[in-house]
Protein backbone atom coordinates (compact mmCIF):
# COMPACT_ATOMS: atom_id res chain seq x y z
CA UNK A 1 0.00 0.00 0.00
CA UNK A 2 2.33 2.54 0.98
CA UNK A 3 4.10 2.76 -2.95
CA UNK A 4 0.47 2.76 -4.71
CA UNK A 5 0.42 5.18 -7.14
CA UNK A 6 -2.91 6.66 -7.35
CA UNK A 7 -2.22 8.49 -10.93
CA UNK A 8 -1.34 5.31 -12.67
CA UNK A 9 -4.40 3.69 -10.93
CA UNK A 10 -6.57 6.62 -12.51
CA UNK A 11 -4.94 5.97 -16.19
CA UNK A 12 -5.31 2.18 -15.43
CA UNK A 13 -9.11 2.88 -15.18
CA UNK A 14 -9.79 5.25 -17.30
CA UNK A 15 -8.30 3.21 -20.21
CA UNK A 16 -10.18 0.20 -19.30
CA UNK A 17 -13.48 2.45 -19.05
CA UNK A 18 -12.41 3.74 -22.80
CA UNK A 19 -11.67 0.69 -23.92
CA UNK A 20 -14.90 -1.36 -22.72
CA UNK A 21 -16.59 1.71 -24.60
CA UNK A 22 -14.97 0.86 -28.16
CA UNK A 23 -15.82 -2.65 -27.40
CA UNK A 24 -19.51 -1.66 -26.47
CA UNK A 25 -20.00 0.67 -29.39
CA UNK A 26 -18.43 -1.79 -31.74
CA UNK A 27 -20.59 -4.76 -30.52
CA UNK A 28 -23.75 -2.60 -31.59
CA UNK A 29 -22.30 -1.63 -34.82
CA UNK A 30 -21.65 -4.94 -35.85
CA UNK A 31 -25.34 -5.92 -34.85
CA UNK A 32 -26.37 -3.58 -37.10
CA UNK A 33 -24.21 -4.62 -39.82
CA UNK A 34 -25.19 -7.76 -40.01
CA UNK A 35 -29.11 -6.65 -39.81
CA UNK A 36 -28.28 -4.49 -42.92
CA UNK A 37 -26.65 -7.19 -44.71
CA UNK A 38 -29.18 -9.89 -43.78
CA UNK A 39 -32.14 -7.79 -45.42
CA UNK A 40 -30.10 -6.11 -48.25
CA UNK A 41 -29.44 -9.53 -49.40
CA UNK A 42 -32.56 -11.33 -49.23
CA UNK A 43 -34.31 -8.45 -50.93
CA UNK A 44 -31.12 -7.90 -53.47
CA UNK A 45 -31.44 -11.83 -54.05
CA UNK A 46 -34.75 -11.93 -54.71
CA UNK A 47 -35.48 -8.71 -56.59
CA UNK A 48 -35.50 -10.19 -59.99
CA UNK A 49 -38.93 -12.36 -58.89
CA UNK A 50 -40.50 -8.92 -56.76
CA UNK A 51 -40.94 -7.27 -59.20
CA UNK A 52 -41.81 -9.96 -61.85
CA UNK A 53 -45.91 -10.47 -61.94
CA UNK A 54 -46.27 -13.66 -63.02
CA UNK A 55 -44.10 -14.83 -60.35
CA UNK A 56 -46.23 -13.10 -57.98
CA UNK A 57 -49.99 -13.98 -59.42
CA UNK A 58 -48.56 -17.52 -61.08
CA UNK A 59 -49.50 -21.27 -59.80
CA UNK A 60 -46.11 -22.88 -58.72
CA UNK A 61 -44.79 -25.79 -60.28
CA UNK A 62 -43.38 -29.12 -59.21
CA UNK A 63 -40.60 -30.13 -61.75
CA UNK A 64 -40.98 -27.13 -64.75
CA UNK A 65 -39.15 -23.73 -64.72
CA UNK A 66 -41.17 -20.50 -63.95
CA UNK A 67 -43.26 -21.21 -61.42
CA UNK A 68 -45.23 -18.25 -59.40
CA UNK A 69 -46.24 -18.56 -55.77
CA UNK A 70 -49.90 -16.54 -56.34
CA UNK A 71 -51.44 -19.50 -54.27
CA UNK A 72 -49.32 -19.32 -51.23
CA UNK A 73 -49.31 -15.40 -51.27
CA UNK A 74 -53.15 -15.49 -51.03
CA UNK A 75 -52.82 -18.06 -48.37
CA UNK A 76 -50.39 -16.38 -46.11
CA UNK A 77 -53.03 -13.67 -45.97
CA UNK A 78 -55.94 -15.85 -45.51
CA UNK A 79 -54.42 -17.40 -43.08
CA UNK A 80 -53.50 -14.28 -41.00
CA UNK A 81 -56.38 -13.01 -41.14
CA UNK A 82 -58.46 -15.78 -39.81
CA UNK A 83 -55.54 -16.43 -37.12
CA UNK A 84 -56.28 -13.00 -36.08
CA UNK A 85 -59.94 -13.44 -36.01
CA UNK A 86 -59.71 -15.50 -33.62
CA UNK A 87 -56.53 -14.94 -31.61
CA UNK A 88 -56.95 -11.34 -30.63
CA UNK A 89 -60.48 -11.64 -29.44
CA UNK A 90 -59.38 -14.68 -26.98
CA UNK A 91 -56.16 -12.95 -26.26
CA UNK A 92 -58.29 -9.79 -25.08
CA UNK A 93 -60.83 -11.67 -22.79
CA UNK A 94 -57.59 -13.84 -21.43
CA UNK A 95 -55.54 -10.41 -21.02
CA UNK A 96 -58.67 -8.34 -19.30
CA UNK A 97 -59.44 -11.65 -17.21
CA UNK A 98 -55.48 -11.73 -16.05
CA UNK A 99 -55.38 -8.32 -15.23
CA UNK A 100 -58.90 -7.02 -14.02
CA UNK A 101 -60.72 -10.15 -12.64
CA UNK A 102 -58.16 -12.88 -11.59
CA UNK A 103 -58.56 -14.09 -8.01
CA UNK A 104 -55.26 -14.64 -6.23
CA UNK A 105 -55.39 -18.44 -6.16
CA UNK A 106 -54.27 -21.75 -7.60
CA UNK A 107 -56.85 -21.81 -10.27
CA UNK A 108 -55.61 -18.30 -11.90
CA UNK A 109 -51.60 -19.63 -11.28
CA UNK A 110 -52.71 -22.49 -13.46
CA UNK A 111 -53.79 -20.60 -16.21
CA UNK A 112 -51.13 -18.08 -15.76
CA UNK A 113 -48.42 -21.22 -16.07
CA UNK A 114 -50.24 -22.72 -18.95
CA UNK A 115 -49.52 -19.84 -20.95
CA UNK A 116 -46.04 -19.36 -20.18
CA UNK A 117 -45.92 -23.06 -20.94
CA UNK A 118 -47.34 -22.40 -24.36
CA UNK A 119 -45.03 -19.07 -25.16
CA UNK A 120 -41.59 -21.32 -24.45
CA UNK A 121 -43.30 -24.64 -26.68
CA UNK A 122 -41.47 -24.98 -30.03
CA UNK A 123 -44.03 -24.14 -32.29
CA UNK A 124 -43.29 -27.48 -34.15
CA UNK A 125 -44.51 -29.28 -31.12
CA UNK A 126 -47.62 -26.92 -31.46
CA UNK A 127 -47.55 -28.04 -34.85
CA UNK A 128 -47.63 -31.88 -34.11
CA UNK A 129 -50.59 -31.52 -31.29
CA UNK A 130 -52.57 -29.36 -34.10
CA UNK A 131 -51.79 -32.53 -36.48
CA UNK A 132 -52.82 -35.13 -34.18
CA UNK A 133 -55.80 -33.28 -32.60
CA UNK A 134 -57.60 -30.87 -34.98
CA UNK A 135 -56.24 -32.75 -38.54
CA UNK A 136 -56.73 -36.28 -37.07
CA UNK A 137 -58.82 -36.42 -34.22
CA UNK A 138 -61.40 -34.09 -35.16
CA UNK A 139 -61.31 -34.65 -38.75
CA UNK A 140 -60.57 -31.74 -40.21
CA UNK A 141 -58.01 -32.61 -42.52
CA UNK A 142 -54.89 -30.38 -43.60
CA UNK A 143 -56.70 -27.18 -43.64
CA UNK A 144 -56.54 -24.05 -43.49
CA UNK A 145 -58.80 -23.77 -39.83
CA UNK A 146 -56.47 -26.38 -38.36
CA UNK A 147 -53.48 -24.17 -39.37
CA UNK A 148 -54.68 -20.76 -37.96
CA UNK A 149 -55.94 -22.90 -35.31
CA UNK A 150 -52.38 -24.35 -34.74
CA UNK A 151 -51.08 -20.42 -35.63
CA UNK A 152 -53.64 -19.11 -32.88
CA UNK A 153 -51.89 -21.14 -30.36
CA UNK A 154 -48.50 -20.17 -31.35
CA UNK A 155 -50.04 -16.28 -30.84
CA UNK A 156 -51.95 -16.35 -27.80
CA UNK A 157 -49.18 -15.68 -25.34
CA UNK A 158 -47.68 -13.01 -27.06
CA UNK A 159 -51.03 -11.56 -27.87
CA UNK A 160 -51.45 -11.88 -23.90
CA UNK A 161 -48.49 -10.69 -23.00
CA UNK A 162 -48.65 -7.36 -24.83
CA UNK A 163 -52.43 -6.76 -24.23
CA UNK A 164 -51.88 -7.56 -20.67
CA UNK A 165 -48.63 -4.84 -20.23
CA UNK A 166 -51.06 -2.18 -21.99
CA UNK A 167 -53.77 -2.58 -19.78
CA UNK A 168 -51.39 -2.31 -16.44
CA UNK A 169 -49.64 0.41 -18.41
CA UNK A 170 -52.80 2.56 -18.03
CA UNK A 171 -52.40 5.24 -14.98
CA UNK A 172 -53.63 3.61 -11.91
CA UNK A 173 -55.58 7.13 -11.20
CA UNK A 174 -57.76 6.61 -14.32
CA UNK A 175 -59.04 3.50 -13.28
CA UNK A 176 -59.82 4.40 -10.04
CA UNK A 177 -61.87 7.30 -11.08
CA UNK A 178 -64.04 5.32 -13.59
CA UNK A 179 -64.46 2.70 -10.08
CA UNK A 180 -64.98 5.84 -8.29
CA UNK A 181 -67.67 7.35 -10.37
CA UNK A 182 -69.57 4.21 -9.97
CA UNK A 183 -68.59 2.64 -13.23
CA UNK A 184 -68.37 -1.70 -12.72
CA UNK A 185 -65.09 -3.33 -13.27
CA UNK A 186 -66.34 -4.04 -16.81
CA UNK A 187 -67.28 -0.81 -17.81
CA UNK A 188 -63.79 0.50 -16.53
CA UNK A 189 -62.11 -1.49 -18.59
CA UNK A 190 -64.78 -1.04 -21.77
CA UNK A 191 -64.91 2.59 -21.63
CA UNK A 192 -61.47 3.78 -19.76
CA UNK A 193 -58.02 1.27 -19.78
CA UNK A 194 -58.95 -0.23 -23.25
CA UNK A 195 -59.48 2.93 -25.43
CA UNK A 196 -56.51 4.45 -23.27
CA UNK A 197 -54.34 1.14 -24.09
CA UNK A 198 -55.21 0.93 -27.28
CA UNK A 199 -52.54 2.25 -29.54
CA UNK A 200 -50.26 -0.73 -27.37
CA UNK A 201 -52.62 -3.21 -28.18
CA UNK A 202 -52.50 -2.15 -31.92
CA UNK A 203 -48.70 -2.24 -32.03
CA UNK A 204 -48.75 -5.36 -30.76
CA UNK A 205 -50.90 -7.10 -32.63
CA UNK A 206 -49.77 -6.13 -36.17
CA UNK A 207 -46.27 -6.70 -34.74
CA UNK A 208 -47.29 -10.31 -33.92
CA UNK A 209 -49.20 -10.58 -37.46
CA UNK A 210 -45.27 -10.65 -38.95
CA UNK A 211 -44.42 -13.80 -36.66
CA UNK A 212 -47.66 -14.64 -37.81
CA UNK A 213 -47.07 -14.31 -41.35
CA UNK A 214 -43.39 -15.86 -41.27
CA UNK A 215 -44.37 -18.91 -39.38
CA UNK A 216 -43.71 -22.43 -40.80
CA UNK A 217 -43.21 -25.13 -38.49
CA UNK A 218 -46.51 -24.93 -36.81
CA UNK A 219 -47.99 -25.07 -40.47
CA UNK A 220 -46.30 -28.10 -42.45
CA UNK A 221 -48.42 -30.66 -40.35
CA UNK A 222 -51.64 -28.56 -40.16
CA UNK A 223 -52.44 -26.52 -43.22
CA UNK A 224 -50.30 -28.85 -45.53
CA UNK A 225 -47.49 -28.71 -47.98
CA UNK A 226 -50.20 -28.38 -50.91
CA UNK A 227 -51.86 -25.57 -52.58
CA UNK A 228 -54.83 -26.00 -55.00
CA UNK A 229 -54.46 -23.86 -57.71
CA UNK A 230 -57.30 -21.25 -56.83
CA UNK A 231 -60.30 -19.70 -59.07
CA UNK A 232 -61.35 -16.66 -57.56
CA UNK A 233 -64.88 -16.73 -59.33
CA UNK A 234 -65.77 -19.73 -57.56
CA UNK A 235 -68.24 -19.56 -54.63
CA UNK A 236 -68.76 -23.40 -53.91
CA UNK A 237 -67.70 -23.24 -50.26
CA UNK A 238 -66.57 -27.51 -50.60
CA UNK A 239 -64.74 -27.23 -53.37
CA UNK A 240 -60.87 -27.12 -53.05
CA UNK A 241 -60.08 -24.64 -55.70
CA UNK A 242 -62.52 -22.09 -53.95
CA UNK A 243 -60.00 -19.67 -52.34
CA UNK A 244 -62.29 -18.76 -49.01
CA UNK A 245 -63.25 -22.95 -48.15
CA UNK A 246 -61.16 -23.09 -44.81
CA UNK A 247 -61.14 -27.10 -45.16
CA UNK A 248 -58.79 -27.10 -48.01
CA UNK A 249 -55.18 -27.60 -47.56
CA UNK A 250 -53.16 -24.44 -47.87
CA UNK A 251 -49.42 -24.14 -48.30
CA UNK A 252 -48.01 -20.88 -47.28
CA UNK A 253 -44.82 -18.76 -48.48
CA UNK A 254 -42.65 -19.44 -45.43
CA UNK A 255 -43.87 -23.30 -45.87
CA UNK A 256 -43.08 -23.05 -49.58
CA UNK A 257 -39.60 -22.20 -49.19
CA UNK A 258 -38.89 -24.89 -47.28
CA UNK A 259 -40.84 -27.25 -49.02
CA UNK A 260 -39.35 -26.80 -52.11
CA UNK A 261 -35.65 -26.49 -50.65
CA UNK A 262 -36.56 -29.86 -48.78
CA UNK A 263 -37.64 -31.62 -52.06
CA UNK A 264 -35.23 -30.11 -54.31
CA UNK A 265 -36.69 -31.00 -57.57
CA UNK A 266 -37.49 -27.76 -59.33
CA UNK A 267 -35.08 -26.59 -61.50
CA UNK A 268 -35.20 -22.64 -60.91
CA UNK A 269 -34.99 -23.59 -56.73
CA UNK A 270 -32.58 -20.90 -55.79
CA UNK A 271 -34.60 -18.33 -57.80
CA UNK A 272 -37.79 -19.15 -56.44
CA UNK A 273 -36.78 -19.42 -52.94
CA UNK A 274 -35.06 -16.15 -53.18
CA UNK A 275 -37.74 -14.41 -54.68
CA UNK A 276 -39.98 -15.87 -52.48
CA UNK A 277 -37.97 -14.91 -49.72
CA UNK A 278 -37.73 -11.57 -50.66
CA UNK A 279 -41.73 -11.20 -50.91
CA UNK A 280 -41.70 -12.30 -47.00
CA UNK A 281 -38.93 -9.81 -46.09
CA UNK A 282 -41.18 -6.84 -47.96
CA UNK A 283 -44.23 -8.12 -45.83
CA UNK A 284 -42.46 -8.42 -42.69
CA UNK A 285 -41.03 -4.66 -42.86
CA UNK A 286 -44.11 -3.43 -44.19
CA UNK A 287 -45.91 -4.83 -41.00
CA UNK A 288 -43.70 -3.43 -38.52
CA UNK A 289 -43.46 0.02 -40.35
CA UNK A 290 -47.49 0.04 -40.19
CA UNK A 291 -47.02 -0.86 -36.70
CA UNK A 292 -45.10 2.18 -35.68
CA UNK A 293 -47.27 4.16 -37.57
CA UNK A 294 -50.58 2.74 -36.63
CA UNK A 295 -49.33 2.99 -32.84
CA UNK A 296 -48.49 6.65 -33.34
CA UNK A 297 -51.36 8.07 -34.93
CA UNK A 298 -53.76 6.20 -32.58
CA UNK A 299 -51.75 7.33 -29.86
CA UNK A 300 -51.66 10.95 -31.16
CA UNK A 301 -55.64 10.96 -32.00
CA UNK A 302 -56.68 9.55 -28.37
CA UNK A 303 -54.30 12.22 -26.46
CA UNK A 304 -55.39 15.61 -28.72
CA UNK A 305 -58.99 14.28 -28.20
CA UNK B 1 -83.40 -1.96 -11.39
CA UNK B 2 -79.97 -0.46 -13.32
CA UNK B 3 -78.08 -1.88 -10.75
CA UNK B 4 -79.39 -5.21 -11.94
CA UNK B 5 -78.55 -4.48 -15.30
CA UNK B 6 -75.23 -3.47 -13.85
CA UNK B 7 -74.48 -6.67 -12.19
CA UNK B 8 -75.61 -8.57 -14.90
CA UNK B 9 -73.43 -6.94 -17.10
CA UNK B 10 -70.48 -7.27 -15.12
CA UNK B 11 -70.91 -10.69 -14.55
CA UNK B 12 -71.79 -11.75 -18.10
CA UNK B 13 -68.36 -9.60 -18.88
CA UNK B 14 -66.35 -11.56 -15.92
CA UNK B 15 -67.95 -14.38 -17.39
CA UNK B 16 -66.39 -13.90 -20.94
CA UNK B 17 -63.64 -13.24 -20.08
CA UNK B 18 -62.90 -16.34 -17.78
CA UNK B 19 -63.75 -18.52 -20.28
CA UNK B 20 -61.50 -17.40 -22.62
CA UNK B 21 -58.70 -17.65 -20.39
CA UNK B 22 -60.24 -21.38 -19.44
CA UNK B 23 -60.33 -22.28 -22.81
CA UNK B 24 -56.48 -21.14 -23.02
CA UNK B 25 -55.66 -23.30 -20.30
CA UNK B 26 -57.38 -26.36 -21.54
CA UNK B 27 -55.47 -26.22 -24.62
CA UNK B 28 -52.51 -26.20 -23.44
CA UNK B 29 -53.48 -29.22 -20.93
CA UNK B 30 -54.72 -31.15 -24.07
CA UNK B 31 -51.32 -30.13 -26.07
CA UNK B 32 -49.74 -31.95 -22.93
CA UNK B 33 -51.87 -34.66 -22.33
CA UNK B 34 -52.08 -35.73 -26.51
CA UNK B 35 -48.55 -35.28 -27.29
CA UNK B 36 -47.60 -37.12 -23.97
CA UNK B 37 -49.91 -39.96 -24.54
CA UNK B 38 -48.54 -40.56 -27.83
CA UNK B 39 -44.86 -40.68 -26.58
CA UNK B 40 -45.52 -43.10 -24.04
CA UNK B 41 -47.20 -45.17 -26.26
CA UNK B 42 -43.72 -46.44 -27.25
CA UNK B 43 -42.83 -47.44 -23.75
CA UNK B 44 -46.07 -48.86 -22.93
CA UNK B 45 -47.40 -50.24 -25.65
CA UNK B 46 -44.15 -51.04 -28.04
CA UNK B 47 -42.55 -52.24 -24.97
CA UNK B 48 -39.35 -50.27 -25.76
CA UNK B 49 -37.27 -50.09 -22.80
CA UNK B 50 -36.88 -46.13 -21.97
CA UNK B 51 -32.62 -46.62 -21.28
CA UNK B 52 -32.13 -47.78 -24.19
CA UNK B 53 -34.02 -45.36 -26.03
CA UNK B 54 -32.56 -42.27 -24.32
CA UNK B 55 -28.96 -43.95 -24.02
CA UNK B 56 -29.08 -46.01 -27.55
CA UNK B 57 -26.44 -44.68 -30.15
CA UNK B 58 -27.78 -46.01 -33.20
CA UNK B 59 -31.31 -44.87 -34.87
CA UNK B 60 -32.24 -47.52 -37.65
CA UNK B 61 -36.46 -47.99 -36.42
CA UNK B 62 -36.50 -50.24 -39.43
CA UNK B 63 -33.97 -52.80 -38.39
CA UNK B 64 -34.48 -54.80 -35.38
CA UNK B 65 -31.65 -55.14 -32.68
CA UNK B 66 -30.80 -58.28 -30.99
CA UNK B 67 -33.46 -58.62 -28.74
CA UNK B 68 -35.72 -58.45 -31.16
CA UNK B 69 -36.76 -54.75 -31.11
CA UNK B 70 -36.65 -51.81 -33.30
CA UNK B 71 -33.07 -49.76 -32.93
CA UNK B 72 -34.67 -46.42 -31.79
CA UNK B 73 -31.49 -45.25 -29.49
CA UNK B 74 -32.28 -41.46 -29.95
CA UNK B 75 -28.78 -40.49 -28.61
CA UNK B 76 -27.61 -39.12 -31.80
CA UNK B 77 -30.40 -36.49 -31.70
CA UNK B 78 -30.62 -35.35 -28.23
CA UNK B 79 -26.46 -34.85 -28.30
CA UNK B 80 -27.53 -32.63 -31.23
CA UNK B 81 -29.96 -30.97 -29.89
CA UNK B 82 -27.77 -29.99 -27.01
CA UNK B 83 -24.91 -29.31 -28.91
CA UNK B 84 -26.43 -26.60 -30.96
CA UNK B 85 -28.01 -25.12 -28.43
CA UNK B 86 -25.04 -24.61 -26.55
CA UNK B 87 -22.59 -23.52 -28.66
CA UNK B 88 -25.49 -20.84 -30.57
CA UNK B 89 -25.96 -19.27 -26.79
CA UNK B 90 -21.87 -19.48 -26.81
CA UNK B 91 -21.78 -17.28 -30.02
CA UNK B 92 -24.96 -15.04 -29.40
CA UNK B 93 -23.86 -14.21 -25.48
CA UNK B 94 -21.24 -12.00 -25.77
CA UNK B 95 -23.07 -10.10 -28.50
CA UNK B 96 -26.22 -9.35 -27.00
CA UNK B 97 -24.93 -8.51 -23.89
CA UNK B 98 -22.71 -5.95 -24.85
CA UNK B 99 -25.23 -4.55 -27.30
CA UNK B 100 -27.74 -4.92 -24.23
CA UNK B 101 -25.15 -2.91 -22.38
CA UNK B 102 -24.67 -0.34 -24.64
CA UNK B 103 -28.27 0.29 -25.61
CA UNK B 104 -29.01 0.83 -21.26
CA UNK B 105 -25.50 2.46 -20.52
CA UNK B 106 -23.72 3.97 -23.60
CA UNK B 107 -26.62 5.12 -25.88
CA UNK B 108 -30.06 5.06 -23.90
CA UNK B 109 -31.52 7.70 -26.58
CA UNK B 110 -30.49 6.16 -29.85
CA UNK B 111 -30.73 2.49 -28.29
CA UNK B 112 -34.20 3.30 -27.63
CA UNK B 113 -35.47 5.15 -31.11
CA UNK B 114 -32.90 3.24 -33.32
CA UNK B 115 -31.33 0.00 -32.06
CA UNK B 116 -34.00 -1.83 -30.33
CA UNK B 117 -36.98 -1.29 -33.43
CA UNK B 118 -34.19 -3.32 -35.32
CA UNK B 119 -33.91 -5.35 -33.18
CA UNK B 120 -37.34 -6.15 -33.77
CA UNK B 121 -37.17 -6.79 -36.86
CA UNK B 122 -34.72 -9.61 -36.60
CA UNK B 123 -37.07 -11.08 -34.41
CA UNK B 124 -39.63 -10.99 -37.11
CA UNK B 125 -37.37 -12.31 -39.65
CA UNK B 126 -39.31 -16.05 -40.15
CA UNK B 127 -37.36 -18.64 -39.54
CA UNK B 128 -37.14 -20.19 -42.76
CA UNK B 129 -35.52 -17.38 -44.13
CA UNK B 130 -32.72 -18.06 -42.06
CA UNK B 131 -33.04 -21.23 -42.90
CA UNK B 132 -32.24 -20.16 -46.49
CA UNK B 133 -29.27 -17.67 -45.73
CA UNK B 134 -27.64 -20.62 -43.91
CA UNK B 135 -28.08 -22.66 -47.07
CA UNK B 136 -26.77 -20.47 -49.57
CA UNK B 137 -24.27 -18.32 -47.47
CA UNK B 138 -23.09 -20.04 -44.19
CA UNK B 139 -22.83 -23.49 -45.21
CA UNK B 140 -21.05 -22.25 -48.62
CA UNK B 141 -18.55 -20.25 -46.23
CA UNK B 142 -17.91 -22.63 -44.14
CA UNK B 143 -16.95 -25.01 -47.26
CA UNK B 144 -14.35 -22.43 -48.85
CA UNK B 145 -12.88 -21.96 -45.39
CA UNK B 146 -12.36 -25.50 -44.97
CA UNK B 147 -11.42 -25.72 -48.54
CA UNK B 148 -8.83 -22.86 -48.34
CA UNK B 149 -7.29 -24.76 -45.59
CA UNK B 150 -7.16 -27.79 -47.54
CA UNK B 151 -10.10 -29.89 -45.91
CA UNK B 152 -12.95 -31.33 -48.13
CA UNK B 153 -16.39 -30.78 -45.83
CA UNK B 154 -19.82 -30.41 -46.94
CA UNK B 155 -20.61 -27.21 -44.95
CA UNK B 156 -23.80 -28.94 -43.42
CA UNK B 157 -23.23 -29.77 -39.49
CA UNK B 158 -23.71 -28.53 -36.39
CA UNK B 159 -21.23 -25.32 -36.54
CA UNK B 160 -23.03 -24.09 -39.26
CA UNK B 161 -26.77 -24.68 -37.27
CA UNK B 162 -25.00 -22.94 -34.38
CA UNK B 163 -24.16 -19.44 -36.53
CA UNK B 164 -28.01 -19.44 -37.88
CA UNK B 165 -28.88 -19.94 -34.26
CA UNK B 166 -27.05 -17.54 -32.95
CA UNK B 167 -28.09 -15.19 -35.29
CA UNK B 168 -31.77 -16.29 -34.10
CA UNK B 169 -31.54 -16.15 -30.38
CA UNK B 170 -29.32 -12.90 -30.44
CA UNK B 171 -32.57 -10.54 -30.36
CA UNK B 172 -34.25 -12.65 -28.26
CA UNK B 173 -31.00 -12.78 -25.69
CA UNK B 174 -30.85 -8.98 -26.62
CA UNK B 175 -34.10 -7.41 -25.88
CA UNK B 176 -34.61 -9.84 -22.55
CA UNK B 177 -31.09 -8.35 -20.74
CA UNK B 178 -32.09 -4.60 -22.06
CA UNK B 179 -35.05 -5.37 -19.94
CA UNK B 180 -32.94 -6.25 -16.98
CA UNK B 181 -30.22 -4.39 -17.20
CA UNK B 182 -33.31 -1.79 -17.10
CA UNK B 183 -34.49 -2.52 -14.17
CA UNK B 184 -31.23 -2.11 -12.05
CA UNK B 185 -32.26 1.34 -10.24
CA UNK B 186 -30.80 3.81 -10.88
CA UNK B 187 -29.53 4.97 -7.41
CA UNK B 188 -27.10 1.63 -7.18
CA UNK B 189 -25.23 3.43 -10.46
CA UNK B 190 -25.11 6.74 -9.00
CA UNK B 191 -23.44 5.60 -5.79
CA UNK B 192 -21.23 3.88 -7.91
CA UNK B 193 -20.65 6.84 -9.61
CA UNK B 194 -20.54 8.95 -6.29
CA UNK B 195 -17.60 6.57 -5.13
CA UNK B 196 -15.39 7.58 -8.05
CA UNK B 197 -15.65 4.51 -10.62
CA UNK B 198 -15.60 5.13 -14.13
CA UNK B 199 -18.68 3.59 -15.97
CA UNK B 200 -17.19 0.82 -16.86
CA UNK B 201 -16.30 -0.32 -13.12
CA UNK B 202 -19.94 0.41 -12.38
CA UNK B 203 -21.16 -1.80 -15.07
CA UNK B 204 -19.09 -4.26 -14.52
CA UNK B 205 -19.36 -4.41 -10.36
CA UNK B 206 -22.95 -3.04 -10.00
CA UNK B 207 -25.20 -3.56 -12.54
CA UNK B 208 -24.15 -6.55 -14.17
CA UNK B 209 -23.71 -8.16 -10.74
CA UNK B 210 -27.35 -6.81 -9.54
CA UNK B 211 -29.15 -8.09 -12.66
CA UNK B 212 -27.46 -11.30 -13.06
CA UNK B 213 -30.19 -13.32 -12.03
CA UNK B 214 -32.50 -11.90 -15.09
CA UNK B 215 -30.18 -12.12 -17.45
CA UNK B 216 -29.78 -15.91 -16.78
CA UNK B 217 -33.36 -15.84 -17.30
CA UNK B 218 -33.13 -13.91 -20.59
CA UNK B 219 -30.30 -16.54 -21.43
CA UNK B 220 -32.33 -19.82 -20.63
CA UNK B 221 -35.22 -18.30 -22.57
CA UNK B 222 -32.67 -17.88 -25.42
CA UNK B 223 -31.43 -21.35 -25.37
CA UNK B 224 -35.43 -22.63 -25.13
CA UNK B 225 -35.50 -20.71 -28.46
CA UNK B 226 -32.86 -22.55 -29.55
CA UNK B 227 -33.75 -26.21 -28.39
CA UNK B 228 -36.96 -25.97 -30.02
CA UNK B 229 -36.09 -24.18 -33.66
CA UNK B 230 -36.90 -26.80 -35.99
CA UNK B 231 -36.82 -25.51 -39.93
CA UNK B 232 -33.75 -23.40 -40.34
CA UNK B 233 -31.94 -26.19 -38.30
CA UNK B 234 -33.05 -28.61 -40.36
CA UNK B 235 -32.21 -26.71 -43.63
CA UNK B 236 -28.14 -26.45 -42.56
CA UNK B 237 -27.36 -29.38 -40.16
CA UNK B 238 -27.01 -32.18 -43.28
CA UNK B 239 -29.53 -34.09 -41.21
CA UNK B 240 -27.26 -37.24 -40.94
CA UNK B 241 -28.93 -39.74 -37.73
CA UNK B 242 -25.72 -40.49 -36.31
CA UNK B 243 -23.27 -39.39 -32.94
CA UNK B 244 -22.13 -36.40 -33.50
CA UNK B 245 -18.92 -36.43 -34.24
CA UNK B 246 -17.32 -33.32 -34.99
CA UNK B 247 -18.70 -29.74 -35.38
CA UNK B 248 -18.30 -30.06 -39.16
CA UNK B 249 -19.70 -33.32 -40.19
CA UNK B 250 -23.54 -33.35 -40.92
CA UNK B 251 -25.55 -34.22 -37.57
CA UNK B 252 -29.59 -33.91 -36.75
CA UNK B 253 -31.81 -32.94 -33.68
CA UNK B 254 -34.53 -34.06 -31.88
CA UNK B 255 -36.47 -30.76 -34.66
CA UNK B 256 -35.19 -31.77 -37.52
CA UNK B 257 -35.69 -35.62 -37.15
CA UNK B 258 -39.31 -34.32 -36.39
CA UNK B 259 -39.85 -32.31 -39.40
CA UNK B 260 -38.39 -35.08 -41.79
CA UNK B 261 -40.05 -38.14 -40.21
CA UNK B 262 -43.36 -37.17 -39.09
CA UNK B 263 -44.90 -37.15 -42.65
CA UNK B 264 -43.56 -40.75 -43.78
CA UNK B 265 -44.97 -42.97 -41.62
CA UNK B 266 -48.47 -44.07 -41.12
CA UNK B 267 -49.79 -43.48 -37.49
CA UNK B 268 -49.47 -46.55 -35.06
CA UNK B 269 -46.35 -47.58 -36.79
CA UNK B 270 -43.59 -48.38 -34.00
CA UNK B 271 -41.63 -45.35 -35.95
CA UNK B 272 -44.32 -42.76 -35.92
CA UNK B 273 -44.32 -44.00 -32.01
CA UNK B 274 -40.90 -43.48 -31.14
CA UNK B 275 -41.18 -39.79 -33.27
CA UNK B 276 -43.87 -39.07 -31.19
CA UNK B 277 -41.63 -40.04 -28.58
CA UNK B 278 -38.98 -37.35 -29.87
CA UNK B 279 -41.99 -34.71 -29.54
CA UNK B 280 -42.49 -35.59 -25.82
CA UNK B 281 -38.76 -35.31 -25.08
CA UNK B 282 -39.13 -31.63 -26.53
CA UNK B 283 -41.97 -31.09 -24.75
CA UNK B 284 -40.14 -32.22 -22.08
CA UNK B 285 -37.63 -29.76 -22.43
CA UNK B 286 -39.04 -26.83 -22.46
CA UNK B 287 -40.97 -27.85 -19.29
CA UNK B 288 -37.62 -28.20 -17.60
CA UNK B 289 -36.23 -24.89 -19.23
CA UNK B 290 -39.36 -23.09 -17.47
CA UNK B 291 -38.57 -24.64 -14.21
CA UNK B 292 -35.15 -23.52 -14.56
CA UNK B 293 -36.59 -19.81 -15.04
CA UNK B 294 -38.84 -19.95 -11.70
CA UNK B 295 -36.07 -21.41 -9.68
CA UNK B 296 -34.00 -18.35 -10.95
CA UNK B 297 -36.74 -16.30 -10.09
CA UNK B 298 -36.90 -17.44 -6.66
CA UNK B 299 -33.47 -17.55 -5.85
CA UNK B 300 -33.03 -14.15 -7.15
CA UNK B 301 -35.97 -13.04 -5.11
CA UNK B 302 -34.81 -14.10 -1.70
CA UNK B 303 -31.27 -12.50 -2.29
CA UNK B 304 -32.83 -8.82 -2.77
CA UNK B 305 -36.65 -9.33 -1.54
Known sequence: MANF?????????????????????????????????????????????????????????????????????????????????????????AAIFLSQYAPDNAITAVAKTAIETLSSLPSV????????????YMGWGFSIIAGAVALTMFNIPILVRV???????????????????????????????????MPAIVTGVVLSAGRVFGEAAALIFTAGQSAPVLDFTCLDFSSPSC???????????????????????????T??????????????????????????????????? | ??????????????????????????????????????GIATFTADGIDLGSFLTGTTWNPHQEDASGMPTVGALPMIAGSFSVTLLSTLFALPIAFGSAIFVVEVAPRFGRRVFQPLLELLVGIPSVVYGLIGLTIIVAWVRDAAAAMGQTITGFGIFSSAVVLAIMVLPTITSLSIDALAAVPHEYREGSYALGCTRWQTIWNVVLKSAAPSLMTAVILGMTRAFGEALAVQMVIGNAIQMPSGLFTPASTLTSVLTMGMGNEAMGTVYNDVLWSLALLLLAMSLVFIVIIHLIGHKGAAKHG
Open chain 2, 1 to 38: MALMAKARVERVGRGATGACIALVALLVVTLVAMVAGR
Open chain 1, 5 to 93: DMSAHVRRINRQDRIATGVLVSIAAFVMLMLAAIVTYILVAGAPKLFDLNFLTGKPQQFKEGGGIGPELFNSFYLLVLTLLISVPLSLG
Open chain 1, 163 to 197: IQQALEDVPRSQRDAGLAMGLTRWETTIHVLLPAA
Open chain 1, 271 to 305: AISNGTAAVLMVCILAFNILARVIGKYLERRLTSE
Open chain 1, 243 to 269: PWNVFRPAETLAVHIWKINSEGVVPDL
Open chain 1, 125 to 136: VVGLFGFLFFVL
